[in-house]
Nanobody, 122 residues
């Protein structure tokens, strides 16, 4: 079992930055690939970034490329999402999740955090 806890969300103006953190407990996060998802009101939950077990492979959806960066620190069992140049359309609840392998298939992510709200004002 893996427990995931996100933090770092909040209210920010357009163009600003936030850094989200996801701390894993239980089995080490290094055993899993990790993804950050987001879900805006009335929309489906979508994978926006992911990182492999080793950290050597990453995935970014087109809408966040060049603005968001995912990283992981295995020593602290933490995955980070650095979000720069935020836009109002980035407003959503952000979730971290763990999967056996880096994949864009949402159903493959076995463990989920409770989510953290990110609101970007125009």
């Amino acid at each position: 079992q893996v427990q995931l806890v996100e933090s770092g969300g909040g209210l920010v103006q357009a163009g600003g930055s936030l850094r989200l953190s996801c701390v894993a407990s239980g089995r080490t996060s290094g055993s899993y690939a990790m993804g950050w998802f987001r879900q805006a009101p009335g929309k489906e939950r979508e994978l926006i970034v992911g990182i492999s077990r080793s950290g050597g492979d990453t995935y970014y959806t087109d809408s966040v490329k060049g603005r968001f960066t995912i990283s992981r620190d295995s020593a602290s069992n933490t995955v980070y999402l650095q979000m720069n140049s935020l836009k109002p359309e980035d407003t959503a609840v952000y979730y971290c999740a763990a999967s056996w392998t880096l994949t864009i298939v949402t159903s493959a992510y076995r463990y989920w955090g409770q989510g953290t709200q990110v609101t970007v004002s125009s």
